[in-house]
């Protein structure tokens, strides 16, 4: 491995673990998989906080617009992608390869399985240690491509929760307005009921005296019958 690919890594991980815990956290390996083609070498990378539905989403449309490649279902498999003839700078060397993929969920997050296929054989680090380089810096890049995903759908999340509160705001806010028109409505009431007892005793006031008046008017009667 030369220097400056090491440094390339190095720096790779060091970024992605400052970034911070949301941030997906990737680390590429190779070993032997079993795929549809029989045993062959593979690059995993770990996604640890990148659940397999986003990774899933994501893969197809980012290889379409990095290298131009169709991304199809492996017949007569479970999840096996395929990925053919299409060239990637410093893999390929010049030629074409075909690559097959396939992500599974892993603990918490999930992982991508590749394979790809040269006329050498596949990408391995006995194959070719520069070819094996740029294969992994190739995942390394899809890697950060997830963390910025991730970001935007932490923000959507946030911007969502923003709205919700803003929302809440509004609603209080409509509750004082309600509430200080119920205390203008309850005060209008108490003015017009105060005034309403003003006309009421004054109404009784005017009653009293004409229950005098007839009172009198009996009495005044009854006299007439007694001097009759």
């Known amino acids: 491995m030369q220097m400056k690919d090491l440094l390339f890594s190095l720096t790779f991980m060091l970024l992605l673990v400052l970034a911070g815990s949301q941030v997906v956290s990737a680390q590429v390996t190779s070993q032997r998989m079993t795929m549809s083609r029989g045993s062959n070498d593979a690059l995993i990378l770990e996604l640890p906080t990148a659940e397999e539905k ?12 990095n290298y131009k490649v169709k991304t199809k279902k492996v017949r007569k498999t479970k999840n096996e992608l395929e990925h053919l003839n299409f060239s990637i700078p410093g893999v390929s060397t010049g030629g074409k390869v075909d690559m097959y993929s396939a992500i599974r969920t892993s603990g918490g997050g999930s992982e991508l399985t590749i394979w790809i296929a040269t006329p050498d054989g596949y990408i391995s680090p006995e194959l070719g240690s520069d070819r094996y380089i740029e294969a992994e810096k190739m995942l390394m890049r899809f890697a950060l491509a997830v963390s910025r995903e991730q970001i935007q759908l932490q923000v959507e999340e946030e911007e969502k929760a923003l709205k919700e509160l803003e929302k809440d705001l509004e609603r209080i806010r409509k509750d004082k307005e309600k509430l200080e028109q119920d205390i203008v409505d309850a005060e209008r009431a108490i003015e017009k009921a105060r005034s309403d007892i003003e006309n009421n005793l004054g109404e009784q006031d005017a009653k009293a005296r004409e229950i ?3 009172i009198e008017k009996i009495e005044a009667t009854k006299r007439k019958l007694k001097d009759f």
């Open 54 to 65: 986003l990774v899933a989403k994501l893969w197809p449309d980012w290889l379409k617009d």
């Open 212 to 214: 005098e008046a007839q």
